[in-house]
DNA sequence: TTGTATGCGTTATCAA
DNA sequence: TTGATAACGCATACAA
């Protein structure tokens, strides 16, 4: 059974009182007294129970963290960013994964909600609305990351995307490309329909022509890139692309193996320039060009954001876009004419 | 302010305890009372304090998990295994990502503990002893991941590292190679020096001499496996390799990345197998062959073990080794004669 | 079937 | 400078 305060308190000959003054650094204990208790707590190897501190003082110093797939690339370098600033703040992390089930998402905001938790960071796979909108009612610290939902305002970490693709597509029309594909997630996701603009927005600055043929979509994954690159690949000899914008790099990923299974080089005959920079970015062959989007900063950012509301009286409402910069390796060069 | 258990009561005109028994499903209670007791809870959006609850009960369905380094590509899977788990067994998952600083692993058990976790799941850089001692000797659940201290009896999920070693051998060595070289972590690591062990036995059954020349040692990144892969290419022609396993699938990509450098394919001119069946392993061309380590699986039989230790009154001391399966793709093939 | 009273380990108020 | 006592939100022994 482990001590209590009221087993030192016992040990030193004092009231629990002086010893809770003790444990706090309260100044008004006299010296001798704050060594005998000292000592106490070190004899009997004492460790204060947080928990019912927490209780008394309502509040738990633990944040929460769901994310809907710890394995996404994106995210653990997110998490590290998020539990060492919360480290720095005093704060430990609760963590949960939801495997993208929305029926998930809502259990583990009832249980970090009953387990006290002072804030929450979450991404959550849909905007969960209903949810969010009634965290928001009442006034529970929350960040959302990623996502900057329309018309609500939940306070969110997220990336300025159309410049990002902007960026994108503004490097391979530099290198003298213009028959440009861009594989994206689609518009019904917010991160690729914004990347998708970033990508037009360039193309429309250079004055070349939108082709929606170049444009393909399909699911964040390896095997979806690989399909869509495989279309690509179908078109008509003078319709193909010169140069590709993958709107993840694990779509680029999947890109590669179709450009290498049609005997393509990258990128003596196709460019390609990824998006995230992700460990696999420099993994695989040819080294990607792509984006950076600083995971770990962003959840950084995070915890400075969630932190300002729990302590704050008045309500934070505020979208923290967090910067980008575009990473040149060796997947893309110059087009030979 | 969050509604409480005796808001609830005197909502419903009832006794706390009534709501307790309501909350805990105890049979004794009229229905009548119980309808009672349920509507109140639903008008006042009443969500039990399960902080306070575990104050009273002596146990916080929290379980505390420490990794060194969450984006090191075997841990998120792992930790995806850990909280599914967890989650079904009521437990939530508190994280701490240690930056492989010792420090900081102390003070994230303190921590930990002082947040009255029921049990730790951890993976310590080194084998922090005096830590783990103390916590075995105050009987406090805990399970070790990956390394199977030898002088220690702490509960363990690990890999059979030997078995998976010889595997990745033999099967080069079926193929026909006898000039396999290995890139390793070293003797310091003890995964490194058990793969290493079974690289060493499936030679030896083969009557394929030992030679050290082939075995290269660096710490477990792209970086030091591509360095690892130039010392080996630069041997003289006679003593280069036909065939490489490399412990780590990230130092294997390292390789990759040494031998295209060299102007030399895989598997045509040198075969390569991995270790560990990463994200990575399916992304990188060819795709490698390589050693699964079902670390999803590994995560929840690691709870499995923690929850068995926190429910059991005497002492829990086992090793859980986990099985390791080759995983054939396309980066070795048969040796050219 | 229901309610009263006590305690879990801590902090805060107030008095000494 | 110190201590007695009442909370914090809940579960439970015991009484009714």
Redesign the interface.
């Known amino acids: 059974m482990a001590a209590t305060i009221r087993d030192i308190a016992r040990h030193a000959q004092v009231s629990i009182t002086t010893v809770s003054r003790v444990l706090n650094d309260r100044p008004d204990v006299k010296d001798a007294t704050r060594e005998k208790v000292n000592t106490a707590i070190k004899e009997l190897g004492y ?6 501190r ?2 008394v003082l309502q509040r ?1 110093n ?1 944040i929460g ?1 769901i994310v809907p ?3 996404n ?1 994106s ?3 997110l ?2 960013g998020i ?2 600033k919360a ?1 720095s703040y005093g704060y ?6 939801t ?1 993208h089930d929305r029926s ?1 998402e809502k259990e583990a905001i ?7 938790v002072d804030g929450i960071i979450l991404s959550f796979n849909e905007a969960n609305k209903e949810e969010l909108e009634r965290l928001r009612l009442e006034h529970f610290p929350i960040v959302q990351i990623y996502r900057k939902s329309s018309n609500s305002v939940v306070p969110t970490i997220a990336l300025d995307n159309i410049a990002s693709g902007y960026k994108a597509t503004a490097y391979l029309l530099s290198l003298g490309h213009t028959r440009i594909a861009h594989i994206s997630t689609g518009e019904d996701v917010q991160s690729g329909s914004e990347r998708l603009q970033g990508y037009r927005d360039a193309l429309a600055e250079a004055k070349v022509p939108y082709d929606e043929q170049l444009v393909v979509c399909g699911p964040n994954t ?1 095997e979806s890139g690989k399909q869509c690159m495989q279309h690509l690949l179908a078109l008509p000899p003078e319709r193909r692309p010169s140069a590709l914008f993958a709107c993840h790099d ?1 779509m680029a ?2 890109a ?2 179709a450009i ?1 299974d049609a005997n393509l080089r990258i990128p003596d005959d196709i460019s390609v320039v990824g998006h995230d920079n992700n ?2 970015a ?4 040819p080294k990607l060009t792509t984006v950076d989007t600083f995971k770990y900063a962003l959840g950084e950012k995070g915890v400075d954001l969630l932190v300002e509301q729990i302590l704050s009286d008045k309500p934070v409402n505020r979208i923290v876009e967090s910067s980008t910069e575009l990473i040149i390796r060796e997947s893309a060069q110059a087009l030979m004419t």
């Open positions: 460790s204060p129970n947080i928990v019912a927490g209780l738990s633990v963290f797939d710890i394995t690339p995210f653990p370098e998490a590290r539990v060492n480290r430990s992390v609760m963590f949960y994964d495997n998930v009832r249980l970090l909600r009953s387990k006290q390896a694990l990923a999947g590669y193996d290498y460990q696999i420099e993994l695989i062959h």
